[in-house]
C-alpha cells in the first residue's frame, strides 16, 4: 500500500447524527490526505451535505471522533473549524446578500485599523486582488452581492475560502450554478489548489461533476457509506452502481451502507 | 421628450459624482413639504423658531430611541416594550432622585443626576440584557417576549410607586429635558456648529486620502466642495435658527433681576441656542452611525439581517450580537426615559405610552426593512422628525386628538408603501 504511510489531513470516525428520529448520518468513516481530492457521492438525502457540515461545524455530531493531521480536534461551531483551517463553500453560498463583496469575503475574520475600527479600505483592496485572481471581469466592489449574477457569487464564496490559508477546503455542489465556462475554471482552481497540498472535498449528486477531478470517490446511501474506491481502481458504472444500488465493487473498500 | 432625457442625465451624474443617496433625498424632500405645507396651513407659525426650537425639543426622545430600534428591525426582531420599559426606567431614576437619594445625600446635591441617570441606564441595559437573552438564547421570538415586556414593565412602572406620580425631579437632572435652562446659549451653540463643521470637513478631506492611497476612484472636487457647502450650510443654518428663540420676556426679567442687570430699550435678547436633549440625540444618533457603520459588531448586525444562517457559518457568535443589540435598545430607552422624564419634570406610571408604535414607525418611515438588512440610524432620525412634524403641525392647527392618530396612522402605512414602490424599482 502506497497510501498508508501519510499521515490522513482529516479522518472523520464513526459520525452518526439524527434530527428527531432520523438518522441523516450513521457510523460513518471517511479520510482526505493532503493535496487529495475526495468525491463524496450519493442521492439526495444521502447524507453527504449532513457530514461535511459536522466537519465545518454547523452541526454537532451525536457520536464519532474528527482527527485532523492525526490529533483529536474538537469542532463544535464554525469558528472552530475555521481555526483549524477547514473552509466550506455551500451550495446555498452562505453569502450575506445585503453587503457588498469585501465584507462577505471578511464576514467574521474583518481586517481592523489601529483603533479597532474597520478598515473598509484594506479590505476592499485585498477583495479586489483576490477576485482579480478567480474572476477579472469582477468590477462591481461597492454593490451588495444580491446584485450579482450566479457565477460572481459563487466566485465570491470561494474568494472567502481560499483567501485566508484554508489546509481544507470543502465544496459543497460547488458547480451547481454555473455554466460550462465557469466550471471549467473551478476545475482548473481545484487542480491548482490541490498542487499547493490543500485537501478537497468536492460533494456532488452528479459524478460527472466530480469522478474525472477527484482522486478517490466515497459513496453515500441512505445516512451510511457504501464505500471508498480509488478513481483508478473502479469505473463511472460501477460508482454509479454504488450510488443506486448501495453494490460494492470489488476495486472498493465496502462501508456499513454496502449491500451483500 | 428631448429636452428631459440630458436633464436626466445630469441629475444622475450629479448624484453618482456626489454619491448622494436618493432615498435620503426623498426623505428630506418629505419633511421639506411637510413642513412648508403646516407653515402654509398654520397660517405662517409652523416655520418660526420658536416652533421649530420646539420640535427639535419634542423629537429627541423618541429619535433617541428610534437609532436603538434600527438595529433591532435590521436583525429580524421587533421591541415593543420599549414604551413600557421607558415609563419603568423613568420612575427609576425619578424615585431614585426625589426619594432615596435626598434620604442619604440631601436635596439638591451636585452628584443627584450624574447618580440616578448612570441607574437608570443601568437598569434600561439590564432589561434589555434579560430581553435579549431569552429571545438569542431561549429562542423565543421577539416579538412574544418584548410583548410580554410591554405588560410586564408597564406594570412594574405602576408597582414601584403604587401609581403615585413622582415628582419634583433634581434641578440638574431636568437640565437632560431642555427647557430655558436646559439649553446651552447661543456661543456655545455656535461652538458646537463649528466642531460639526470641523468634523465633516475632516471627514471628506480623510475620506480623500484614504481613497487616494488605495487607489480607488475619487469624487470630483467640486462635488466635494458641493457635499461641504450642503453639511456645514445645514450646521451652521439650523444653529442660527435655534439662536433666533429668545428667552421668554418672565425669564429674561428674572434672570436680569437676579444678575443685577439693566433690561435696554427693546428687551434683552438671551437666546436659547441648542437644547440639551437635542443635543443628546445628535451624540446618540453619531455614536450610533458610527457603530452601525465602523465597528465589527455593526456589521455583524446588518449581516445576521441580510442572512442569519451565513451569519452563523461565517463564525459569528449571532446570539451574543443579538442579545448586545437589546441591551443597546435598553440602555437608548433609559436615556428616552431621562429626556421625557426631565421635561415633564415628573415620573409617572403611564409615561411612555405608545411610544414604541412611534419608535418603529420613525424607524420604519426612515427606511428600515422590516424583512431585515437594510436600514440607517439617520434615517431613522429624520422619521422621528417627519412623525413629530405631523403631530405639532396638526396641534398647531387645532386638529383633534383622534384625528391627528388617524392622519398617523395613515402616514405610516403610506410611507412603507411609498418605501415598497421605491425598492421595486431599484430593483
Known amino acids: 500500500m502506497d497510501t498508508a504511510p501519510v499521515t490522513p489531513l482529516v479522518e472523520m470516525r464513526n459520525i452518526s447524527i439524527a434530527f428527531g428520529g432520523i438518522h441523516a448520518v450513521e457510523d460513518v468513516s471517511v479520510d482526505l490526505r493532503p493535496g487529495e481530492v475526495v468525491g463524496l457521492l450519493g442521492h439526495n438525502g444521502a447524507g453527504k451535505s449532513t457530514l461535511i457540515k459536522i466537519l465545518s461545524g454547523a452541526y454537532q455530531r451525536d457520536a464519532g471522533e474528527i482527527y485532523l493531521g492525526g490529533e483529536k480536534a474538537a469542532i463544535d461551531n464554525p469558528r472552530d473549524a475555521k481555526a483549524y483551517g477547514i473552509e466550506t463553500i455551500y451550495q446555498t453560498l452562505a453569502l450575506a446578500d445585503n453587503v457588498d463583496a469585501a465584507a462577505n469575503l471578511f464576514l467574521g475574520r474583518e481586517l481592523l485599523t489601529p483603533w479597532g475600527t474597520l478598515d473598509d479600505a484594506a479590505m476592499e483592496a485585498a477583495c479586489r486582488e483576490v477576485m482579480g485572481r478567480l474572476n477579472a471581469n469582477f468590477k462591481r466592489f461597492k454593490e451588495p452581492v444580491a446584485a450579482l449574477s450566479g457565477g460572481q457569487r459563487q466566485s465570491v464564496a470561494i474568494a472567502r475560502a481560499i483567501h485566508f490559508d484554508a489546509r481544507v477546503l470543502i465544496m459543497d455542489e460547488p458547480t451547481a450554478a454555473l455554466g460550462p465556462q465557469e466550471t471549467a475554471q473551478v476545475a482548473d482552481l481545484i487542480k491548482q489548489l490541490k498542487a499547493q497540498g490543500i485537501g478537497i472535498f468536492l460533494i456532488s449528486h452528479d459524478i460527472h461533476d466530480v469522478f474525472d477531478l477527484s482522486d478517490r470517490v466515497s459513496v453515500m446511501k441512505n445516512g451510511r457509506l457504501v464505500g471508498t474506491a480509488r478513481t483508478e481502481d473502479v469505473t463511472k458504472d460501477e460508482v454509479l452502481g454504488m450510488i443506486i444500488l448501495g453494490k460494492c465493487p470489488p476495486g472498493a473498500v465496502p462501508g456499513n451502507g454496502a449491500t451483500a | ?378 434615517g431613522a432620525v429624520l422619521g422621528a422628525v417627519v412623525m413629530q412634524s405631523l403631530q405639532s403641525g396638526m396641534v398647531l392647527m387645532g386638529l383633534d386628538t383622534p384625528l391627528q392618530n388617524i392622519v398617523v396612522g395613515m402616514v405610516l402605512v403610506m410611507a412603507v408603501w411609498l418605501d415598497t414602490v421605491y425598492r421595486q424599482r431599484a430593483g
Not at chain 2, 432615498?23 to 411637510?34: N, P
Not at chain 2, 423658531?49 to 434600527?70: D, E, K, Y
Not at chain 2, 484614504?210 to 480607488?216: A, K, L, S
Request: net charge positive; proline share 3%; charged share 10%.
Open chain 2, 1 to 378: 421628450m428631448a429636452t428631459t432625457a440630458p436633464a436626466r442625465g445630469a441629475v444622475g451624474r450629479f448624484l453618482d459624482a456626489t454619491e448622494i443617496d436618493t432615498r435620503m433625498l426623498g426623505m428630506i424632500a418629505a419633511v421639506v413639504i411637510i413642513w412648508l405645507g403646516f407653515h402654509v396651513a398654520s397660517g405662517g407659525v409652523f416655520l418660526t423658531p420658536r416652533n421649530l426650537w420646539n420640535l427639535s425639543v419634542q423629537t429627541a426622545s423618541i429619535a433617541v430611541m428610534s437609532t436603538g430600534m434600527v438595529l433591532v428591525i435590521v436583525t429580524r426582531n421587533i421591541d415593543l416594550s420599549v414604551g413600557s420599559v421607558l415609563g419603568f426606567t423613568g420612575m427609576m431614576m425619578g424615585v431614585m432622585q426625589a426619594e432615596w437619594l435626598p434620604a442619604l445625600l440631601g436635596f439638591d446635591h451636585p452628584a443627584t443626576w450624574v447618580i440616578a441617570l448612570t441607574f437608570g441606564i443601568g437598569v434600561g441595559v439590564a432589561i434589555g440584557a434579560l430581553h435579549g437573552w431569552v429571545i438569542a438564547y431561549l429562542g423565543v421570538p421577539a416579538f412574544i417576549v418584548t410583548l410580554g415586556g410591554l405588560l410586564a414593565w408597564r406594570g412594574a412602572a405602576w408597582w414601584v410607586t403604587s401609581g403615585r406620580t413622582v415628582a419634583p425631579m433634581d434641578g440638574d437632572f431636568r437640565l437632560i429635558g431642555g427647557g430655558t435652562a436646559g439649553s446651552i446659549g447661543a456661543t456655545w451653540s455656535w461652538v458646537v456648529a463649528a466642531l460639526a463643521c470641523a468634523a465633516i470637513l475632516w471627514g471628506i478631506v480623510a475620506g480623500r486620502a484614504r481613497r487616494r492611497r488605495w487607489g480607488f476612484p475619487l469624487r470630483p472636487v467640486w462635488a466635494e466642495g458641493f457635499l461641504a457647502t450642503i453639511g456645514c450650510g445645514a450646521v451652521l443654518g439650523a444653529v442660527a435658527l435655534f439662536n433666533a428663540y429668545p428667552w421668554p420676556r418672565g425669564v429674561t426679567r428674572r434672570w436680569a433681576e437676579a444678575n443685577g442687570i439693566d433690561i435696554p430699550e427693546g428687551g434683552l435678547f438671551i437666546a436659547h441656542g441648542i437644547a440639551v436633549p437635542v443635543l443628546l440625540a445628535i451624540a446618540a444618533a453619531v455614536i450610533m452611525t458610527f457603530i452601525a457603520r465602523n465597528t465589527r459588531f455593526g456589521r455583524y448586525v446588518f449581516a445576521i439581517g441580510g442572512n442569519p444562517e451565513a451569519a452563523d457559518l461565517a463564525g459569528i457568535n449571532t446570539r451574543w450580537v443579538r442579545m448586545k443589540i437589546f441591551m443597546l435598545m435598553g440602555g437608548l430607552t433609559a436615556l428616552g426615559a431621562a429626556i421625557s422624564t426631565a421635561r415633564l419634570n415628573a415620573a409617572t406610571n403611564s409615561q411612555g405610552t405608545l411610544d414604541e408604535l412611534y419608535v418603529i414607525a420613525a424607524a420604519v418611515i426612515g427606511g428600515t426593512s422590516l424583512s431585515g438588512g437594510v436600514g440607517t440610524i439617520a
